[in-house]
Protein backbone atom coordinates (compact mmCIF):
# COMPACT_ATOMS: atom_id res chain seq x y z
CA UNK A 1 0.00 0.00 0.00
CA UNK A 2 2.76 2.27 1.05
CA UNK A 3 4.31 1.65 -2.48
CA UNK A 4 1.26 2.30 -4.67
CA UNK A 5 0.74 5.57 -2.37
CA UNK A 6 4.47 6.95 -3.24
CA UNK A 7 3.62 5.98 -6.95
CA UNK A 8 0.47 8.32 -6.84
CA UNK A 9 2.80 10.79 -5.17
CA UNK A 10 5.33 11.25 -7.56
CA UNK A 11 2.91 11.30 -10.44
CA UNK A 12 1.21 14.31 -8.88
CA UNK A 13 4.38 15.99 -8.41
CA UNK A 14 5.34 15.65 -12.01
CA UNK A 15 2.39 17.87 -12.55
CA UNK A 16 3.84 20.68 -10.09
CA UNK A 17 6.99 20.34 -10.77
CA UNK A 18 5.62 21.29 -14.56
CA UNK A 19 3.02 23.90 -12.93
CA UNK A 20 6.25 25.46 -11.38
CA UNK A 21 8.39 25.49 -14.79
CA UNK A 22 5.69 27.53 -15.90
CA UNK A 23 5.25 29.89 -13.20
CA UNK A 24 8.76 30.39 -12.90
CA UNK A 25 10.36 30.62 -16.41
CA UNK A 26 7.48 33.29 -17.01
CA UNK A 27 9.01 35.41 -13.99
CA UNK A 28 12.40 35.07 -15.41
CA UNK A 29 11.78 35.84 -18.82
CA UNK A 30 9.50 38.57 -18.54
CA UNK A 31 10.80 41.00 -15.60
CA UNK A 32 14.02 41.66 -17.73
CA UNK A 33 12.54 42.19 -20.84
CA UNK A 34 9.76 44.26 -19.75
CA UNK A 35 12.62 46.19 -17.20
CA UNK A 36 14.77 46.45 -19.93
CA UNK A 37 12.40 47.41 -23.27
CA UNK A 38 10.78 50.38 -20.47
CA UNK A 39 14.12 51.71 -20.05
CA UNK A 40 15.28 51.86 -23.89
CA UNK A 41 11.95 53.56 -24.47
CA UNK A 42 12.87 56.04 -21.79
CA UNK A 43 10.44 55.32 -18.63
CA UNK A 44 11.71 56.20 -14.98
CA UNK A 45 12.85 53.59 -12.57
CA UNK A 46 9.81 54.23 -10.53
CA UNK A 47 7.41 53.82 -13.85
CA UNK A 48 9.13 50.17 -14.42
CA UNK A 49 8.64 49.67 -11.08
CA UNK A 50 5.01 50.31 -10.29
CA UNK A 51 4.78 48.59 -13.79
CA UNK A 52 6.43 45.99 -12.18
CA UNK A 53 4.39 45.69 -9.39
CA UNK A 54 1.67 44.89 -11.67
CA UNK A 55 2.32 40.79 -11.36
CA UNK A 56 2.30 40.74 -7.35
CA UNK A 57 -1.13 42.46 -7.57
CA UNK A 58 -2.32 40.33 -10.20
CA UNK A 59 -0.94 37.26 -7.53
CA UNK A 60 -3.20 38.76 -4.70
CA UNK A 61 -5.80 38.90 -6.56
CA UNK A 62 -5.57 35.23 -7.66
CA UNK A 63 -5.62 34.35 -4.34
CA UNK A 64 -8.97 35.52 -3.79
CA UNK A 65 -10.65 33.68 -7.06
CA UNK A 66 -8.44 30.17 -7.47
CA UNK A 67 -10.23 28.44 -5.13
CA UNK A 68 -13.67 29.27 -6.87
CA UNK A 69 -12.46 28.28 -9.70
CA UNK A 70 -10.92 25.09 -9.33
CA UNK A 71 -14.02 24.31 -7.34
CA UNK A 72 -15.96 25.15 -10.78
CA UNK A 73 -13.62 23.51 -13.51
CA UNK A 74 -11.13 21.50 -11.76
CA UNK A 75 -7.65 22.04 -10.69
CA UNK A 76 -5.64 20.43 -13.65
CA UNK A 77 -8.26 22.59 -15.91
CA UNK A 78 -7.59 25.81 -14.57
CA UNK A 79 -4.03 25.17 -14.36
CA UNK A 80 -4.28 24.23 -18.29
CA UNK A 81 -6.29 27.49 -19.15
CA UNK A 82 -4.09 29.93 -17.41
CA UNK A 83 -0.91 28.35 -18.95
CA UNK A 84 -2.67 29.02 -22.19
CA UNK A 85 -3.90 32.58 -20.92
CA UNK A 86 -0.21 33.72 -20.24
CA UNK A 87 0.99 32.31 -23.43
CA UNK A 88 -1.32 34.85 -25.54
CA UNK A 89 -0.52 37.26 -22.98
CA UNK A 90 3.28 37.06 -23.93
CA UNK A 91 2.42 37.77 -27.48
CA UNK A 92 0.35 40.79 -26.69
CA UNK A 93 3.27 42.67 -25.27
CA UNK A 94 4.94 43.70 -28.32
CA UNK A 95 1.55 43.41 -30.52
CA UNK A 96 0.75 47.17 -27.63
CA UNK A 97 3.53 48.40 -27.44
CA UNK A 98 2.30 51.47 -24.83
CA UNK A 99 2.27 52.13 -21.45
CA UNK A 100 -1.41 51.47 -20.54
CA UNK A 101 -1.46 47.92 -22.43
CA UNK A 102 1.82 47.14 -20.44
CA UNK A 103 -0.15 47.96 -16.93
CA UNK A 104 -3.33 45.60 -18.21
CA UNK A 105 -1.21 43.20 -19.48
CA UNK A 106 1.34 42.25 -16.55
CA UNK A 107 -1.73 42.50 -14.33
CA UNK A 108 -3.67 39.87 -16.55
CA UNK A 109 -0.36 37.59 -16.34
CA UNK A 110 0.17 38.27 -12.56
CA UNK A 111 -3.07 36.51 -11.95
CA UNK A 112 -2.20 33.63 -14.46
CA UNK A 113 1.02 32.19 -13.08
CA UNK A 114 0.28 33.27 -9.73
CA UNK A 115 -2.94 30.58 -10.07
CA UNK A 116 -0.20 27.82 -11.71
CA UNK A 117 2.03 28.71 -8.61
CA UNK A 118 -0.66 28.20 -5.98
CA UNK A 119 -1.93 24.76 -7.67
CA UNK A 120 1.38 23.38 -7.89
CA UNK A 121 2.12 24.64 -4.11
CA UNK A 122 -0.90 22.98 -2.83
CA UNK A 123 0.17 19.42 -5.04
CA UNK A 124 3.31 19.69 -3.63
CA UNK A 125 2.53 20.26 0.05
CA UNK A 126 0.01 17.62 -0.28
CA UNK A 127 2.63 15.16 -1.76
CA UNK A 128 5.48 16.00 0.13
CA UNK A 129 5.50 13.86 3.39
CA UNK A 130 7.51 11.75 5.98
CA UNK A 131 10.91 11.32 5.10
CA UNK A 132 10.49 12.83 1.47
CA UNK A 133 9.83 15.94 2.60
CA UNK A 134 13.63 17.61 2.25
CA UNK A 135 14.08 16.07 -0.63
CA UNK A 136 11.22 17.14 -2.42
CA UNK A 137 11.04 20.64 -1.28
CA UNK A 138 14.68 21.09 -2.77
CA UNK A 139 14.12 19.81 -5.73
CA UNK A 140 10.72 21.90 -6.36
CA UNK A 141 12.99 24.74 -5.22
CA UNK A 142 15.51 23.93 -7.90
CA UNK A 143 13.22 23.53 -10.54
CA UNK A 144 11.97 27.17 -10.03
CA UNK A 145 15.96 28.45 -9.98
CA UNK A 146 16.76 26.51 -12.97
CA UNK A 147 13.34 26.99 -15.18
CA UNK A 148 13.45 31.10 -14.22
CA UNK A 149 17.28 30.83 -15.22
CA UNK A 150 16.34 30.34 -18.77
CA UNK A 151 14.23 32.98 -19.01
CA UNK A 152 17.15 36.06 -19.30
CA UNK A 153 19.03 33.73 -20.93
CA UNK A 154 16.74 33.79 -23.73
CA UNK A 155 16.74 37.51 -23.78
CA UNK A 156 20.81 36.88 -23.59
CA UNK A 157 20.83 35.42 -27.01
CA UNK A 158 17.10 36.45 -28.36
CA UNK A 159 17.64 40.28 -27.60
CA UNK A 160 14.80 42.74 -26.29
CA UNK A 161 13.26 43.72 -29.76
CA UNK A 162 10.43 42.34 -31.92
CA UNK A 163 8.38 38.98 -31.42
CA UNK A 164 11.19 36.52 -31.32
CA UNK A 165 11.73 36.72 -27.15
CA UNK A 166 8.20 36.78 -26.38
CA UNK A 167 7.25 34.34 -28.85
CA UNK A 168 10.15 31.77 -27.17
CA UNK A 169 8.09 32.47 -23.98
CA UNK A 170 4.64 31.81 -24.90
CA UNK A 171 5.82 28.20 -26.87
CA UNK A 172 7.85 27.47 -23.77
CA UNK A 173 4.74 28.19 -21.83
CA UNK A 174 2.73 25.94 -23.84
CA UNK A 175 5.03 23.19 -23.61
CA UNK A 176 5.34 23.11 -19.82
CA UNK A 177 1.36 22.62 -19.38
CA UNK A 178 1.52 19.76 -21.29
CA UNK A 179 2.39 17.03 -18.33
CA UNK A 180 -0.12 18.84 -16.23
CA UNK A 181 -2.73 16.77 -17.76
CA UNK A 182 -1.46 13.57 -16.18
CA UNK A 183 -1.35 14.19 -12.68
CA UNK A 184 -4.25 12.16 -10.54
CA UNK A 185 -6.23 14.52 -8.23
CA UNK A 186 -8.27 13.18 -6.05
CA UNK A 187 -11.62 14.90 -5.54
CA UNK A 188 -10.98 15.80 -1.92
CA UNK A 189 -7.78 17.34 -2.56
CA UNK A 190 -8.60 18.64 -5.66
CA UNK A 191 -11.14 21.60 -3.54
CA UNK A 192 -10.31 23.17 -1.07
CA UNK A 193 -12.09 25.99 1.36
CA UNK A 194 -10.56 29.47 1.28
CA UNK A 195 -8.53 30.17 4.48
CA UNK A 196 -7.77 33.92 5.70
CA UNK A 197 -4.34 34.49 6.27
CA UNK A 198 -5.61 36.64 9.37
CA UNK A 199 -6.40 33.28 10.79
CA UNK A 200 -3.11 31.86 10.13
CA UNK A 201 -0.43 35.17 11.10
CA UNK A 202 -0.74 34.95 14.16
CA UNK A 203 0.46 31.28 14.73
CA UNK A 204 3.76 31.61 12.38
CA UNK A 205 4.33 35.41 12.42
CA UNK A 206 8.22 35.50 11.96
CA UNK A 207 7.77 32.57 9.26
CA UNK A 208 5.83 34.78 7.21
CA UNK A 209 7.60 37.74 7.89
CA UNK A 210 10.58 35.83 6.72
CA UNK A 211 8.88 35.47 3.36
CA UNK A 212 7.44 38.94 3.26
CA UNK A 213 11.35 39.77 2.93
CA UNK A 214 12.19 37.23 0.84
CA UNK A 215 10.04 38.53 -1.80
CA UNK A 216 10.65 41.95 -1.56
CA UNK A 217 14.47 40.88 -2.75
CA UNK A 218 12.37 38.79 -5.52
CA UNK A 219 10.60 41.61 -6.36
CA UNK A 220 13.30 44.34 -6.52
CA UNK A 221 16.16 42.43 -7.79
CA UNK A 222 14.00 41.06 -10.64
CA UNK A 223 12.97 43.68 -11.65
CA UNK A 224 15.95 46.33 -11.43
CA UNK A 225 19.04 43.98 -11.32
CA UNK A 226 19.43 44.48 -15.18
CA UNK A 227 18.50 47.61 -14.77
CA UNK A 228 21.03 47.93 -12.10
CA UNK A 229 24.12 46.38 -14.37
CA UNK A 230 23.10 48.63 -17.37
CA UNK A 231 23.41 52.02 -15.06
CA UNK A 232 26.56 50.62 -14.03
CA UNK A 233 28.23 50.37 -17.28
CA UNK A 234 27.40 46.78 -18.04
CA UNK A 235 25.81 46.11 -21.67
CA UNK A 236 21.73 45.42 -21.94
CA UNK A 237 22.79 41.40 -22.91
CA UNK A 238 25.40 41.44 -20.50
CA UNK A 239 23.13 43.03 -17.82
CA UNK A 240 19.85 40.48 -18.63
CA UNK A 241 22.11 37.46 -17.85
CA UNK A 242 22.79 38.82 -14.20
CA UNK A 243 19.65 36.73 -13.21
CA UNK A 244 20.58 33.70 -14.79
CA UNK A 245 23.92 34.21 -12.42
CA UNK A 246 21.05 34.47 -10.02
CA UNK A 247 19.61 31.56 -10.47
CA UNK A 248 22.40 29.19 -10.92
CA UNK A 249 22.77 29.73 -7.00
CA UNK A 250 19.01 28.46 -6.82
CA UNK A 251 19.65 25.58 -9.03
CA UNK A 252 23.06 24.37 -7.51
CA UNK A 253 22.34 24.82 -3.75
CA UNK A 254 18.67 24.19 -2.73
CA UNK A 255 18.65 20.79 -2.74
CA UNK A 256 21.91 20.96 -0.87
CA UNK A 257 20.47 23.14 1.34
CA UNK A 258 17.21 20.95 1.87
CA UNK A 259 19.15 18.41 3.41
CA UNK A 260 21.07 20.42 5.74
CA UNK A 261 17.96 21.87 6.90
CA UNK A 262 16.56 18.37 7.51
CA UNK A 263 19.34 17.74 9.79
CA UNK A 264 19.72 21.31 12.15
CA UNK A 265 17.90 24.02 13.33
CA UNK A 266 15.61 25.65 10.92
CA UNK A 267 16.03 29.15 12.78
CA UNK A 268 19.80 28.86 12.48
CA UNK A 269 19.55 28.15 8.54
CA UNK A 270 17.45 31.27 7.92
CA UNK A 271 19.44 33.47 10.00
CA UNK A 272 22.07 32.40 8.39
CA UNK A 273 20.85 33.13 4.66
CA UNK A 274 19.76 36.66 6.08
CA UNK A 275 23.41 37.24 7.32
CA UNK A 276 24.67 36.01 3.77
CA UNK A 277 22.42 37.89 1.27
CA UNK A 278 23.24 41.33 3.91
CA UNK A 279 26.83 40.55 3.41
CA UNK A 280 26.86 40.00 -0.60
CA UNK A 281 24.35 43.30 -1.06
CA UNK A 282 26.96 44.63 0.77
CA UNK A 283 30.00 44.16 -1.59
CA UNK A 284 27.80 44.01 -4.92
CA UNK A 285 28.56 47.96 -5.37
CA UNK A 286 32.47 47.26 -5.20
CA UNK A 287 32.38 44.37 -7.62
CA UNK A 288 29.97 45.26 -10.01
CA UNK A 289 33.30 45.82 -12.41
CA UNK A 290 35.14 42.77 -11.77
CA UNK A 291 35.02 39.64 -12.29
CA UNK A 292 33.71 38.62 -9.05
CA UNK A 293 30.08 39.81 -9.21
CA UNK A 294 29.00 36.76 -10.82
CA UNK A 295 30.18 34.39 -7.93
CA UNK A 296 28.66 36.96 -5.66
CA UNK A 297 25.08 37.10 -7.67
CA UNK A 298 25.38 33.18 -7.77
CA UNK A 299 26.05 33.17 -3.79
CA UNK A 300 22.82 36.27 -3.60
CA UNK A 301 20.65 33.68 -5.44
CA UNK A 302 21.59 30.94 -3.21
CA UNK A 303 20.57 32.57 -0.44
CA UNK A 304 17.94 34.52 -1.52
CA UNK A 305 16.28 32.11 -2.86
CA UNK A 306 17.05 29.71 0.22
CA UNK A 307 14.61 31.61 2.80
CA UNK A 308 11.90 30.24 0.81
CA UNK A 309 13.08 26.80 0.91
CA UNK A 310 14.05 26.92 4.21
CA UNK A 311 10.39 28.25 5.41
CA UNK A 312 8.36 25.95 3.45
CA UNK A 313 10.28 23.01 4.93
CA UNK A 314 9.27 24.57 8.47
CA UNK A 315 5.96 25.37 7.19
CA UNK A 316 5.41 21.62 6.83
CA UNK A 317 7.34 20.69 9.78
CA UNK A 318 5.01 22.89 12.17
CA UNK A 319 1.73 22.28 10.78
CA UNK A 320 -0.98 19.91 9.16
CA UNK A 321 -4.40 19.50 7.78
CA UNK A 322 -6.01 22.97 7.61
CA UNK A 323 -3.11 24.81 9.25
CA UNK A 324 -0.94 23.60 6.60
CA UNK A 325 -3.45 24.89 3.92
CA UNK A 326 -3.97 28.27 5.43
CA UNK A 327 -0.20 28.22 5.54
CA UNK A 328 0.33 27.66 1.34
CA UNK A 329 -2.23 30.31 1.11
CA UNK A 330 -0.91 32.88 3.31
CA UNK A 331 2.89 32.06 1.67
CA UNK A 332 1.47 33.03 -1.67
CA UNK A 333 -0.55 36.04 -0.92
CA UNK A 334 2.52 37.37 1.48
CA UNK A 335 4.94 37.08 -1.14
CA UNK A 336 2.67 38.66 -3.61
CA UNK A 337 2.22 41.74 -1.38
CA UNK A 338 6.13 41.44 -0.28
CA UNK A 339 7.32 41.56 -4.36
CA UNK A 340 5.05 44.55 -4.63
CA UNK A 341 6.43 46.49 -2.21
CA UNK A 342 9.87 45.64 -3.24
CA UNK A 343 9.48 46.46 -6.96
CA UNK A 344 8.39 49.86 -5.73
CA UNK A 345 10.60 50.84 -3.28
CA UNK A 346 13.43 49.79 -4.99
CA UNK A 347 12.10 51.85 -7.91
CA UNK A 348 11.77 55.02 -5.71
CA UNK A 349 15.04 54.11 -4.15
CA UNK A 350 17.18 54.25 -7.66
CA UNK A 351 15.15 57.59 -8.83
CA UNK A 352 16.64 58.92 -5.49
CA UNK A 353 19.78 57.81 -4.39
CA UNK A 354 21.22 56.31 -7.76
CA UNK A 355 21.96 53.00 -8.58
CA UNK A 356 23.29 51.65 -5.43
CA UNK A 357 19.87 52.36 -4.23
CA UNK A 358 18.82 48.97 -4.98
CA UNK A 359 21.58 46.93 -2.44
CA UNK A 360 21.00 49.58 0.57
CA UNK A 361 17.58 49.55 0.55
CA UNK A 362 17.42 46.13 0.61
CA UNK A 363 19.99 45.78 2.99
CA UNK A 364 18.10 48.09 5.54
CA UNK A 365 14.93 45.68 4.82
CA UNK A 366 16.76 42.45 5.70
CA UNK A 367 18.61 43.96 8.85
CA UNK A 368 15.17 45.38 9.93
CA UNK A 369 14.03 41.99 9.92
CA UNK A 370 17.03 40.71 11.65
CA UNK A 371 16.99 43.16 14.60
CA UNK A 372 12.76 42.39 14.95
CA UNK A 373 13.70 38.79 15.15
CA UNK A 374 16.78 39.54 17.70
CA UNK A 375 14.18 42.12 19.85
CA UNK A 376 11.32 39.21 20.14
CA UNK A 377 14.06 36.35 21.10
CA UNK A 378 14.78 39.02 23.73
CA UNK A 379 11.64 39.76 25.07
CA UNK A 380 10.49 35.80 25.52
CA UNK A 381 13.77 35.07 27.32
CA UNK A 382 12.88 37.71 29.71
CA UNK A 383 9.38 36.67 29.92
CA UNK A 384 10.97 32.89 30.42
CA UNK A 385 13.19 33.90 33.13
CA UNK A 386 10.59 35.97 35.04
CA UNK A 387 8.27 33.07 35.07
CA UNK A 388 10.70 30.46 36.56
Not at 205 to 224: E, N
Not at 258 to 270: D, F, H, I, Q
Not at 305 to 330: C, H, K, W
Not at 347 to 365: K, Q, S, T, W, Y
Request: proline residues 5%; glycine residues 10%.
Amino acid sequence: MQQRSEQIHWRNLIAAFSAVCVFSFSLGEIFPLLSLNMQKLGFSQATIGFNAAMAPIGILIAGLIVPKLAHLIGAKALATIMACIAAVIFLAYPTFPSLVPWFILRLSQGICVATLFALSEAWVVENAKGRWRSLIIGIYATCISATFGVGPAVIGWAGIDGYLPFAIGAAILLCAAIPISFVKVERHGEVQPHVSILQFAPKAPFLLLAIGVHAILDGGVLSFLPVYGVRMGMGIETAAVTLTALALGNVFFQIPLSWVVGRTSKAGAMIGCFVTVILVLSLVPFAIHTRFIWPLIVVLGAAGFGIYTVGLSELGDRFTGPDLVAGTSAFASVWGLGALIGSVICGEAMDIFGPNGLPGILIAVFVSYLAGRFIRYQRSGTRSASSR
